[in-house]
C-alpha cells in the first residue's frame, strides 16, 4: 500500500469518491461497479456465494472461480451476462480503479475486495472469520484506509470459542447414545462442510449421512480437494441402521417429517446463535453447537484494529455496539444501514430456499 502520510499530494481523493454506500450495496462509481449488489446492476464484484451477497441477474460478475461456480450450482448457468474469474491476489484495473480479492475465511472461495485509487485503499471483506477452517483459505489481514465490515456478532456477548471443543461435545454425546441417531442442522453452503471437516479432524471416521438439499455443494467441496471421508445419502436406509449415526441437515429439516426417519433423534445445531440459550431452546434444539463462520466480538474488533484503518464502516448486523467501540478508539465509524444481507444463515428466523436449499 502506498502510505498516505508518506505522499500528501495523493490523498486528494474522498472515501466517498471511491466507494459509495447505496440503499443497493456499496458502489464504485468511477469503477463502474458495486461490491455484493441487492439489486440486478451492470457489473458487480461478488464476495462469496451466499444468496445476500451473491445474487442473480447481474449484468456482469466478478469473483473467485468457487464463487462463480457456487453461483451456477444454485442459479443455473444464466445466472449473469457475463463472468470473469479473479484468483486471490491477482490484481486487476476496472476503469483505473484498482481491485484485488484476498481470502475473508468465511466459506470456500470467499473474498475480501480490496478498492484502491490515488494512494487510498478501501478493504470491503464481505461475511469473514479470522479463525482457522479446514474448508477455506485462511482470512488474509489487508492493510487498508477504511475496513468495510460486517457485524453479524458485534456484541461483547458474543464469543464462540474453540469449535473442535463443540465437536468433542458432539461426539460424547454419539457415544453415550449408541441407540440414538445425531441430526446436526446445518446451513448449506460452508456450515455443512466445516462441520464434516471438523468431525473428522477429531478422528471419526465412520459414514456421515446427509441430507439430499446438501448434497450438491458438498459434492463441489470435494471436487475442490476438500477432504470429508465417507459420505452417504439418507435415502433408501433404514431407521434401524441410522441408530448411532452422525447425520446433517437444513436446519429447516430438524423440525420436519423427514427427523422422523431416525431412531429418537438428538436434535443438534450448529450456529454462532447458539451461544444464546433461549435460541436453542426456542428451535427445540437437545445439542447447541456454538459453531459460526463469521468473526465473534473479539473477532471483529481485533481484525479492524490489525487493518490499521482510520474509518470503519459498517454493513449489517449489530451496527451500533461496533460503531460505538470505534468511535470510543478514535476512529471514524458508520453504519451503512444496507437492507438485504443478513437473511441467509446470519438471520436465522427467514432461511431462504434457492433451488431446494436452506443455507449459509
Ligand atoms: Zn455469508
Ligand atoms: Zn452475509
Same mark, same amino acid.
Request: charged share 10%; no cysteine.
Given at each position: 500500500m502506498v502510505s498516505p502520510t508518506a505522499i500528501p499530494y495523493l490523498r486528494r481523493m474522498r472515501p466517498e469518491d471511491l466507494l459509495t454506500p447505496t440503499p443497493a450495496g456499496v458502489c464504485c462509481k468511477v469503477g463502474g461497479f458495486h461490491i455484493d449488489p441487492t439489486r440486478p446492476v451492470e457489473r458487480a464484484v461478488i464476495t462469496h456465494g451466499h444468496s445476500d451477497h451473491a445474487r442473480a441477474g447481474h449484468g456482469a460478475v466478478l469473483a473467485t472461480p468457487e464463487t462463480l461456480d457456487l453461483m451456477r450450482l444454485r442459479y443455473g448457468e444464466s445466472f449473469a451476462g457475463t463472468t470473469q474469474a479473479i484468483r486471490y491476489g491477482e490484481r486487476i484495473a476496472l476503469d483505473g480503479i484498482g481491485v484485488t480479492l484476498h481470502p475473508a $475465511?468465511?466459506?470456500?472461495g470467499s473474498a475480501q475486495v480490496a478498492v484502491e485509487a490515488n494512494g487510498l485503499r478501501i478493504v470491503a471483506s464481505g461475511d469473514y472469520k479470522n479463525v482457522a477452517d479446514p474448508t477455506c483459505a485462511p482470512f488474509e489481514l489487508v492493510l487498508c484506509d477504511i475496513f468495510i465490515t460486517e457485524a453479524t456478532f458485534g456484541l461483547p456477548v458474543f464469543r464462540h470459542g474453540d469449535p473442535q471443543s463443540e465437536i468433542a461435545k458432539l461426539l460424547r454425546s454419539v457415544s453415550l447414545f449408541p441407540e440414538r441417531a445425531h441430526l446436526i442442522g446445518a446451513y448449506s453452503l460452508g456450515k455443512a462442510q466445516r462441520v464434516i471437516a471438523l468431525i473428522r479432524q477429531a478422528g471419526y471416521d465412520k459414514p456421515i449421512y446427509l441430507h439430499g438439499a446438501l448434497d450438491r455443494i458438498t459434492h463441489y467441496y470435494q471436487s475442490r480437494g476438500i477432504a470429508l471421508g465417507d459420505l452417504r445419502s439418507v435415502r433408501n436406509v433404514n431407521k434401524a441402521e441410522l441408530a448411532g449415526a452422525i447425520a446433517l441437515c437444513p436446519p429447516s429439516a430438524l423440525q420436519e417429517l423427514w427427523s422422523r426417519r431416525f431412531p429418537d433423534p438428538v436434535s443438534s445445531f450448529a450456529s $454462532?446463535?447458539?451461544?444464546v440459550r433461549a435460541r436453542a431452546r426456542q428451535r427445540g434444539v437437545e445439542l447447541p453447537l456454538v459453531i459460526s463462520d463469521h468473526a465473534d466480538w473479539d473477532g471483529l474488533t481485533a481484525t479492524i484494529t490489525a487493518t490499521g484503518a482510520s474509518e470503519v464502516w459498517v454493513t449489517h448486523g449489530q451496527e451500533d455496539a461496533l460503531v460505538h467501540w470505534a468511535m470510543v478508539r478514535g476512529l471514524k465509524a458508520r453504519p451503512l444501514a444496507i437492507v438485504g444481507y443478513g437473511d441467509e444463515g446470519e438471520s436465522e428466523e427467514a432461511e431462504p430456499v434457492a433451488n431446494g436449499e436452506a443455507s449459509a
Open positions: $475465511g468465511h466459506v470456500l $454462532g446463535w447458539m451461544r
